[in-house]
């Protein structure tokens, strides 16, 4: 039985490792199980990232008046879940941002909804978001400008797999079809 | 001055040659990945006030010959390397498949900003040449 077990996870190995040299995302080597969090949901719920357990998440950061990175992103990411077809509804775009000053949830969700429907919002407390920041390695730096403000922040996103691990990093700049190759191949069994 | 006009053209032929390999020969590199390494014992170092860098600014890559940019965490504790966070014992493989800029924020950098520049593949007999130059000059 023991054996078994072994041979099991050996097997789902050499599948991962296969999968991921196939990625066109950045890899890690091995995967970590994804840190989790819990945030206030723009779709009015709680947002846990272990809720999507079975689907694979794409989780990026920004903040909805970001007029450079974030509109370029959503926009990609709203084509590649159009261009999944039928396999959309097994992907969940989770967008977390770095400004819960402006970003509570009844404006993630409109703006949100602008690119797809489907995609989910993030917002908690400055202490909340810094953590979830320093768990995931995500930079956001407040630039003041007058009256307002905006941030620098990193701009990649991160793709997890069904199993909840921390699988790849999509650069910024990648194309719908790049995003919609890599998660055909986190979809397969 | 008899003596040295052989010698110049002996010269000067040697470095008509080596150029015209070096733009002519096509390039092969055994390994396309450029790996970066955390040696064990940083997180020490910099709790002890070295400054240790592994990173540089910039880092340059060339589409076709050494495109793919590995990071390797080999200290006992998670570090912030490069766009992530790795774990101890973790490697990150990110592939280049576009020239170009890329700009990733990197906490290890004064500037917070670190840069990959993607270059196209030397495809001519000048990028070849330029790019075996600028190869030998890192190497020394």
Redesign the interface.
Known sequence: MKALGLSLLFLAGAASASQDAALKAGVFDPPRTAPDFSLRGSDGAELRLSHYRGKVVILAFGFTSCTEVCPTTLATLAAAHEKLGAQRDRVQVVYVTVDPERDDPARMRKYLGGFDPTFVGGTGTDEQLAAVRRDFGITATRKTSGDSYSFSHSSYTYLIDRAGLLRALMPYGQTPDDYVHDLRILLEP | MKLRTPALILVASCALGAAGWAGLTPIHADSREQLFEIPKGTWARRMAGDPVEILPKEIRLTLGVRDV?VLRNLDDVPQ?FG?????P???????F??A?D?Q??C?AHAS?QMTILVEPFPATPWARLGWRVRELLKAT
Request: no cysteine; hydrophobic share 45%.
């Open positions: 940019l912030t766009p992530t966070v790795l774990m014992g973790q490697s990150f493989r990110l592939p498949a576009v170009s890329y990733f924020a906490t917070g």
